[in-house]
Every structure is written in C-alpha cells, then in structure tokens.
C-alpha cells in the first residue's frame, strides 16, 4: 500500500458522529474524554503524521493565532505548539507565564480573556503547584467562553492543557500513540511498568506519571507504579486508575518495588517526581508567596531524593523485562546516569525521539477536531489534491 493510499484509509477510518462530538472541546484532562473519543483523536493524529511525511500541506486555519501560555520550562512541549501551529497554518503565539500579570493580582480568568480576544486556540502549562495548575486552565477557559459570550464572538477558542498539576495529556497521547505504533495490536493484556526514578536536579511535576496511569488502564493495560515510601501520587489519580483498570478488563497495582515492576515486563517508563509531602509543602510556601520557603522546599527533596539512587533504569534491571528487551520510554529530558544508564539510553535514543516527535501531530489532532467542520472531507481533499 502506498502512502498515499495509506493516508487515504486511516482517514476512510474515521468516525463522523465522534468527529460531531469532539467540535468545540478543550481537553484538560484525558480522563473526561471517552475511551472512543480519545481513539479517534489518535486516529486524526497518525492522519496528519501521514500527510506530514507525504508533505501534504494541511493550512486549515490560515491567518489565525494560537497562543501557548508556560508558567514552566519546556523544550519539546513548547516547539510541539509551535510547530503544529505552523503545520496547520496558524502563527503560534508563546506567552511567558512569569511576564504575564498573574503574579501581579491578575485572575486566571481575566489573564484568558485578554489573550483570548485575540487567541483562535489557547494552551496553558501551569504544573509546578498541586490544586493550582488545572484550576487555572479551567478558570482561564471561563474567561474566554465568557468574554466570546459577551461579544457574540462565534470563534471557537479551545483550551489544551500542555501540563497541568494532575495531568499531561498531550505528552502521555503522544506515549499512546508511540505504543500503537509499537504494539499494533493494542496495548491490552501489555504489562507496563511506570517508576519514580532518582533525580539530582529538581523536584519534579506528578503530573506525567499521574497521567499515564489514567490513560493506559482505559486500554487495558496491566499497569504496575513503583515507587519509594513518600512518593505516592494525588489519592484521585490511584482511585482514577484502579476504576479505568477494572472496567477495561486491563489490571492496576502499586508496588515500592523497581524490580517487581520491571519483571517480565513489554515497556517501562522510569522517571523522577517530588514526594508528595513535600510537594504539599511548596503549595504552603508558594501561597505564602514565601521564595526562601520554596527554595527550602526544594533542597528537601533533592535531598530525599538522594536517600534513592539506586532507583536506576540500568542493564541489570532491563535484563528483568520480557524477553530482556522492553520497550524503555521517557517523555524527556532523562537524567542520564541518574534516572537511566547511559547504555539504555544510547540503545533507546532513536525510539524516545520517535515518541516524543507525536507530540505536535497529537497538538494538531486536538486543535483540528475542536475547530475543523466536516474534517473527514477536508483532509480527504487534500490528499486527494
């Protein structure tokens, strides 16, 4: 089959009624989408990967603005924005969270009416606070949806959450779609073993295992978390994942054993997080807008983390997967001699590159189906030309 004729029938695949019901939605978080929903997301995703590599242009909102608010750091993230932005014709617009008048008094819902005047999509990362990040985006939205009200502005602005407190859905749909890509066959009844791993550079966002655990249930997965003592995850996102688990057939268990969750299992995800306590802590201590506090936070859990470091995805622990060769992922950048062994990096170089490059087609997918009318037809002109 060729590519064209490739393109052609994944989109041949795609569901018009699913399509109907995704017209308009923001995603901020993967779990208040339907399993169906969110295959047929990653079905538009690989459509325009497809076109992408068959370089077929897909201008669909030619002279539009996308804005991209980052109250965070962000490498992949933020280019992933851009370039799906561009790819769809759009001029992305980033915006520093830390220039913004939010630390100033500004509400999150005035900070989204502003930008969203001029905004055709919006996305926001705010990931550093727990109870903050998402409540942000959500407020953020009411302010565009109100200020569009008021005008009788009939754009549609959806809001994608680029990482929040509670969750990652754009990185952990891009880990999804890697998986399809992997496992053809589904992920159903594939143990995947997500890990805190050590880290000696920061205190790191729950947000990405949280996410993952509430996404690869849905599928039916067999997911095992590990992690140290002190390391547990938002109570909602473990009762989230056992509810997904037990009605997709798939499995969920916590073990505060890196081995357990390596054996014999087909992909591992290690990677570092703040223990939860402490991440407590920086709520308190932002709240108080207290700098010192926060820092204070900071060099205590770097120096938990230290109690750690053999929590390493290395050699030894590979050779305990299936067949000693899992599938090793990271949404990135891995603490390299940390967080994972040079060697397993080096050998999973290529693949983490591969997954992460998802990322702005999934971008490109949520803002396509929230935006696009009649999709189906319009991706099926431009390939047919």
């Known amino acids: 089959m060729s590519l064209a004729e490739t393109v052609r029938s994944t989109l041949d695949g795609l569901d018009e009624a699913t399509l109907d019901g995704l017209r308009g939605r923001s995603l901020l978080l993967t779990s208040e989408w339907s399993a169906a929903e969110l295959e047929e997301l990653l079905r538009v995703a690989r459509a325009f990967e497809l076109l992408d590599r068959s370089r077929i242009p897909a201008a669909l909102f030619p002279n539009e603005l996308a804005y991209a608010l ?12 851009a370039g799906a932005a561009a790819r769809l014709g759009s001029s992305p617009v980033i915006v520093d969270g830390s220039s913004t008048q939010v630390e100033h008094g500004e509400t999150a819902e005035e900070t989204g009416a502003m930008l969203g005047m001029n905004a055709h999509a919006m996305g926001i990362r705010h990931d550093l606070i727990l109870g903050e990040g998402n409540r942000f985006l959500r407020a953020a939205k009411q302010g565009i949806d109100g200020y569009l009200a008021a005008t009788g502005d009939e754009r549609v602005v959806p809001i994608v959450n680029l990482q929040c407190d509670i969750d990652h859905p754009t990185q952990t749909l891009a880990d999804l779609l890697w998986l399809k890509k992997r496992f053809p066959d589904g992920i159903a009844g594939r143990k995947i073993a997500v890990s805190w ?61 890196m081995d357990q969750a390596f054996q014999d299992a087909d992909v591992v995800y290690p990677k570092s997080w703040g223990p939860f306590d402490l991440m407590l802590d920086r709520v308190e201590a932002n709240r108080r807008r207290d700098k010192e506090g926060l820092k204070e936070v900071e060099k205590r859990a770097l120096e938990r983390n230290a109690q750690h470091t053999d929590w390493i995805c290395d050699e030894r622990r590979m050779q305990l997967t299936h067949q000693g060769n899992a599938l090793y992922m990271h949404c990135l950048p891995a603490d390299i001699g940390s967080e994972v062994s040079r060697g397993v990096m080096e050998k999973a170089r290529l693949d983490v590159g591969r997954e992460a490059n998802g990322k702005v087609y999934v971008i490109m997918a949520l803002l396509a189906v929230a935006k696009a009318k009649a999709l189906q037809e319009q991706l099926l002109a431009l390939v047919n030309g």
Not at 70 to 81: A, G, I, L, P, Y
Not at 211 to 220: N, S
Not at 237 to 245: K, L, R
């Open 197 to 257: 791993a050590y880290s000696p550079s920061y205190a790191k966002p729950l947000s990405v295992p949280q996410g993952l655990i509430t996404l690869l249930t849905r599928f039916g997965a067999q997911v095992e978390l590990a992690h140290p003592k002190g390391y547990d995850l938002m109570p909602e996102t473990i009762a989230q994942a056992h509810e997904f688990a037990r009605a997709s057939g798939g499995s969920f268990q916590v073990t505060g054993e």
């Open 70 to 81: 980052f109250f965070d750091n962000s490498t992949r993230t933020k280019s992933s924005w």
